[in-house]
Nanobody, 129 residues
């Protein structure tokens, strides 16, 4: 299993960025894919999660309304569209592969750091004022 995150870079506050996470070595439809972020000295925190098929999503309160997660299962790729960026969004963003979702549970149930076993290398997003 490999995950390749890309799309980060410098951006002005109020701007937008789209992150991509390309997976290989698995078929994403039934899995939960997550985006997390981390700043130095702080724990890695969840941003958003999605079922690989594209149905069922979850957003952290800190990004709700500004961020959209989407999936293209044919490309085994998950996207994170981030709008109205704030300086506080500056972080290294990681995508990660979680477990296969059991039908009776929502993505939110799995959207915790300890549910994810495979991690991409991270992409830096730097928001300046």
């Amino acid at each position: 299993v490999q995950l390749q995150a890309s799309g980060g870079g410098p951006v002005q506050a109020g701007g937008s960025v789209r992150l991509s996470c390309v997976g290989s070595g698995f078929t994403s439809d039934g899995y939960v894919i997550g985006w997390f972020r981390q700043v130095p000295g702080k724990e890695r925190e969840v941003v958003s999660c999605i079922r690989g098929s594209g149905r069922n999503t979850y957003y952290a309160d800190s990004v709700k309304g500004r961020v959209t997660i989407s999936a293209d299962s044919a490309k085994n790729t998950v996207y994170l569209q981030m709008n109205s960026l704030e300086v506080e969004d500056t972080a290294v963003y990681y995508c990660a592969l979680g477990p296969v979702i059991v039908a009776s549970y929502s993505v939110r149930h799995y959207c915790r750091r300890d549910e994810f076993d495979y991690w991409g290398q991270g992409t830096q997003v730097t928001v300046s004022s």
